[in-house]
């Protein structure tokens, strides 16, 4: 019997002999907190209100349409619904300024942190036009993250479910559909088509912008793991 | 003889609002999303506040799972992960207490070490990624196809992270635990 083996014969010892506590009923609970599948947050219904009767409003108003876009926007993340598609190619472009994640911590201005269940990035990138954003990627799960500084304004056009969510008890947003992501205003160098669903929430003055196509509980459980 | 409903049809109808197919589900699962919360905390009551978290969430994004895919690996990653954020947002405090001047508590403060299996206290100290695969393999029985969803893996490369994690636990025994070597080795 090799080393391996006997740690494991140990383990399972122990394992057999393991006091526990004894489990609660956790089926007895469920309606204690308001648990229903997807269940609308009532604590939400007076602003999203405010911004239906607001957007009916001031969509006709072309001036004031600068106070309606800051009404959908969360941290440095606009959300432009409504918005014409641009007329370009729907093809998604290579992000520019690929470094390394020790070069991207040095001029980030903002703590650069990671999901510890995806480990660090394939890819590192550094936005200097949107004020040093850094987009970390990870290739074989399909992962974007933007880690927005405060200052830079990052505009979503147009997708085509938005929801609003919860990332560490704050309020979130989770969009899902084909979209356009507006990295520069009027730049359509910078206009990056993204197929997968996005979550955006804040911590601190830091936007963060998550990438996926995993679930949206999944995406939740990766944004408040960063360390 | 009454055909009791399967995983899938239970999850279907919990999806539309039928709760007594949410608590049998539930009563189902509890004691292994439990267990691997006791296991990965150290401490029952944060245990229960993250089972208890586990099940509302999968609850709450029903309609985002596949339902033809057993529903425990799911919750057993999520309950994971949640222990995982707690552990991270207890570091966080203790680091605050720090900063305010008072003394961090030992590693595992929930627990009395004397009550601890030694062999327990060694696991403790590796990674998450390292402990939950070997409370998920060795305590929970978990077989690979289902450790290969809980963790989002290969199956094949369940073996190798359990390889990797029993070779850690060995360094760390070797190093830091001189009786339990010599129990182990000798």
Redesign the interface.
């Given at each position: 019997m090799n080393e391996e083996e006997r740690l494991e014969g140990r383990l399972k010892k122990l394992a057999t002999n393991f006091k526990y506590p004894r489990t609660p009923n956790f089926a007895s609970d469920l309606g204690k907190r308001d648990a229903r599948p997807g269940r609308f947050d009532w604590r939400l219904a007076l602003p999203i209100a405010a911004v239906i009767v607001a957007v009916v409003v001031v969509l006709a108003v072309p001036p004031v349409r600068a106070a309606l876009v800051e009404v959908f926007g969360l941290g440095s993340v606009e959300i432009v619904l409504g918005e014409p598609t641009p007329t370009v190619e729907r093809v998604e472009i290579s992000l520019p300024g690929e470094t390394t994640l020790e070069s991207a911590r040095e001029v980030s201005v903002v703590p650069i942190l990671l999901p510890p269940r995806l480990g660090s990035p394939d890819q590192v990138f550094v936005l200097s036009r949107v004020g040093n954003t850094v987009v970390l990627a990870w290739e074989d799960e399909g992962i974007a993250l933007y880690v927005i500084p405060p200052g830079p304004l990052v505009q979503k056009l147009s997708p085509e479910n938005v929801e609003q969510t919860l990332v560490n008890g704050r309020p979130a947003i989770w969009t899902s559909g084909d979209h356009f992501l507006e990295l520069v205003e009027n730049d359509p160098d910078q206009l990056v088509f993204v197929t997968e669903h996005v979550l955006v929430w804040t911590e601190d003055d830091v936007t963060y912008r998550l990438e996926t196509n995993l679930p949206l509980i999944d995406a939740i459980l990766i944004a408040e793991s960063l360390e | 003889m009454v055909d009791l409903p399967n995983e899938s049809e239970m999850v279907a109808r919990?999806?539309t609002?039928d709760?007594l197919a949410?608590?049998?589900l539930?009563?189902q699962h509890?004691?292994p999303v439990?267990?691997l919360a006791?296991l990965l905390l150290g401490d029952?009551d944060d245990?229960?506040d993250i089972?208890?978290e586990a099940?509302?969430?999968?609850?709450?994004?029903?309609?985002?799972?596949d339902e033809t895919r057993p529903l425990r690996p799911w919750l057993m990653r999520?309950a994971s992960?949640?222990a995982?954020?707690r552990k991270?947002s207890l570091s966080r405090y203790w680091r605050n207490l720090e900063r305010a001047g008072r003394q961090r508590p030992p590693e595992g403060a929930a627990l009395d070490p004397s009550d601890v299996?030694e062999?327990?206290q060694a696991?403790r100290r590796l990674k998450?990624?390292d402990q939950q695969v070997?409370y998920l393999r060795?305590?929970l029985?978990v077989s690979e196809g289902e450790m290969a969803s809980t963790l989002e893996i290969a199956r094949g490369t369940v073996k190798s992270r359990l390889?990797r994690a029993?070779?850690r636990?060995?360094e760390l025994?070797e190093t830091e635990y001189p009786d339990l070597r010599a129990e182990?080795?000798v």
């Open positions: - | 919990a999806r609002g709760e949410w608590e049998t539930v009563r509890q004691e439990f267990r006791y029952p245990a229960k089972a208890q099940f509302i969430r999968t609850y709450q994004h029903l309609d985002q799972f999520i992960n949640l995982r954020n991270r299996e062999l327990w696991v998450h990624d070997i060795y305590f029985e390889h029993l070779g636990l060995r025994i182990l080795y």
